[in-house]
C-alpha cells in the first residue's frame, strides 16, 4: 500500500527523529538540514566522533547524546528512548529525505491518531557520492524498510547486528511515496572498514549461536551474495561503484565465514 501526499504546512510535527552517527561530518549536514522545519526534537546518539560531526550536529540541536558502541539494534534502542514523542523517525546519518517523502510524512499527521498505521516504510534508495544530484535513477538500489513509527506499537530490539523495526500486532507497514537518498559510500576505504567490523559483529553472532559453516558455503556464499547485489538489487546501475560495492559485499560475505571459524576455535568449539 502507498500512501498519497497531502498536506503542505510547514510547522513542526509532533515528531521525534533521532540519528546515531560517529565521523559522519561529510554528510551529516545533507541529512540534518533535510530535516528542516519537520520536527522540533532531533535527538543525535554520537559514539566517539573526532572529525567534527559534533560540531555540525550543535547548529540544528541541543539533543547530543554520547554512548559507546554496542550494535546497531543497542544503539538505536537507547536513542528512541530519548525520543520526547511517541512517533519516532529513524534516520541513518547517510540518509537524505527528498521533498516528496517529506510532504508524506507530513500527510501520516494529517490521519486522525487512530487511523494511522502502527509503522510506516521508508523506499531508502542508493545514490552514488559521484552523482550530480541527489536524485535516484529509476534503476538505482532500493530499501523499503519500516522507519516511521509509533514506538507504543513498534520499534528496534537490541542486536548488535540487526536493526530493523518490529511491529508488535504483527500488522504490516504501510510504504510511505517518495524517495531516500542514501549516500552510502564514503569513500571505498570507509566502506571496507564497515563491511569487515559488520563481518566480525556477524561472525561473533553466528559462533555463540552454534553456528559451522561449510566450506562449500564459503565458496557458494559469495558468488551468490555478487549476484544478488550486482544484478537482483541492481548495483549495476550505479555504474563502476556498483561493482566495486558488489565486488566487496562479497568479499564480506566469505570473511564473515573465516572469522566464524576464527571465534569458535577461540571458543573452544570444533
Sequence with gaps: MVLPIEGTSMSPLPLSVFVICKDEADRLELVLEALAGLTDDLVIVDSGSTDGTLDIARRYTTRIHHRDWTGFGEQKVYAEGLCKYDWVLNLDADEVLLDEVKASIRAVFALPEEARAAAYSLRIRHVSRLAPSLRPGFFNPTNVTPRLYD?????????????????????????????????????????????????????????????????????????????????????????????????????????????????????GLR
Excluded: Q
Design 151 to 267: 514506538r507504543r506499537r513498534a520499534g528496534f530490539k537490541s542486536s548488535a547486528v540487526h536493526d530493523k523495526v518490529e511491529i508488535r500486532n504483527g500488522t504490516r507497514p504501510v510504504t510511505l511515496k517518495g524517495d531516500v537518498a542514501h549516500i552510502s559510500m564514503k569513500s571505498f576505504a570507509h566502506m571496507w572498514d564497515k563491511i569487515r567490523s559488520y563481518s566480525e559483529l556477524s561472525a561473533r553472532d553466528w559462533a555463540e549461536k552454534g553456528r559451522n559453516p561449510s566450506v562449500a558455503r564459503l565458496i557458494a556464499d559469495p558468488i551468490w551474495f555478487f549476484v544478488k547485489n550486482y544484478f537482483i538489487r541492481r548495483l549495476f546501475a550505479v555504474g563502476a561503484e556498483g561493482f566495486v560495492i558488489a565486488i566487496s559485499l562479497s568479499a564480506g560475505r566469505a570473511l564473515r565465514i573465516a572469522m566464524t571459524w576464527e571465534e569458535r576455535r577461540r571458543l
